[in-house]
């Protein structure tokens, strides 16, 4: 099901500049039990995208009320919420008054098999690299052609693919954050040039007395990544997946990842308490 | 008027990619007396957008026929075509088989000025950079967010913005290629790492005799810019725009941009004679 601006639609204008130009902005929720699980992370991120963007951001009650009516009894599933420009305005000009469009979407959870949490997944490294591009880094935009180029690169024998930016620098999965485990420090790449901020990776960096291992900010070199002791991607739908092979190598499903795991589930279970 | 899949339309399925994902291409073709100008060049253009993001073309012939519907008894005009992905596959992941969107509309001639093109435009440098991607560099694909912020900067007061990478290289206007003139030499851009090879820059580039100045691409820094002796940039819709006045300092409007302006009519003439 979806809601165009509030409304059970499963159209939107042809002039939405979501579609002319990515001029828009997305997250994904996961929803259990009714509850869409950090809404309110994916609510600044989404309100950070619009300060970088400049599209008005809609009331948050809104929002709020809109993800709520899609989430009744649904047990497990995702919800898109998108925030697009709207129409108007002439080429890439945008219109005086921006009319933003909201399109907020109901998704069956996607059927990962179980293994990939429990066993880890196969991993490759992708050809496309990410451009450079620091004014839109961080941010969930919707020019993402990069992500479905990398993502044309395979089928269903891989998992995940590991994208490197023109640098040489590995930065992130095509849909999720990279941790690479290296002598009990937990390291991801900085997002300052290129890649998302992802709502779960926010959360790892947040300093926790729950949480054993700092996690850093850093540039990561395929070489780190190839000799890590233990490897991991993360999204808010996937939750943590380890790597359990990447291009032929073997990776454990190692302490360090399992209780950084462990420390997820935590704090997905405070945060639909609190809900 | 808009057909979509050759249907009149005024909305597209909400599951488009072109709309989540940017995914897609568009070339923006003047019509004049019910011709559409260039139009074999845009169709290679998208052509080769759709070899680099492996988007089936649908048969030239059939985007003709209904670029000529929306042609007819139109004087003066633009023509969009827009080839999106469609919509299906899971996240970035592409459906096995793609049934692209094919988007064609029809707009009136935008009411610019006469003096634009007789007495020269005003220009600004944008703060806005572009990134860096030579995957994407070069063809008109839908990931425009970049060029939609540059337009945001100003109002009414100038014409046309000037875009520099973040290396700091001039290289090229929000909707234009640029030109720099100097010493009797024609110089753009290279389009190597980011920017659009727009249909006008390509004929220019093509090397001829009936032009006394062959262009070469280069690296423009933004010192070359200033000092040039003349300036001016094109698109297919404008076709040329001298600069008269780069952030406050004044260009004429010279001989050699002149005749760049009187070869270009020609081309279009010759153009309009052979459809």
Known sequence: M????GKQAT?????DRGLHYGDGLFETIEIINEQPVFLTQHLL???AGCFVLKIPLPKKALLIDEVMQLCKNITHGV?????????GGRGYRQPEVIDSTRYI??????NYPESCQEQGIVARFCATRLGLNPLLAGIKHNNRLEQVLARAEWQDDYQEGLMLNIKGEVIEGTMTNLFVVKNQEVLTSHITDCGVKGIIRQLLLEPSRSLKYQIKETILSKEDVFHADELFVTNSVIGLWPIAQLEGKAY?????????????????KQNLKTC
Chains 1, 2 share one sequence.
Request: cysteine-free; charged content about 20%.
């Open 2 to 5: 979806i809601l165009i601006n």
């Open 11 to 15: 159209t939107i204008e042809a002039t």
């Open 45 to 47: 991120r989404l309100e």
């Open 79 to 87: 919800i898109k919420i998108m925030l697009t420009r709207g129409s």
């Open 105 to 110: 979407a109901l998704h069956p959870y996607p």
């Open 252 to 268: 454990p499903v190692g302490k360090v990842t399992k209780q950084v795991m462990a420390y997820l589930e935590m704090l997905k």
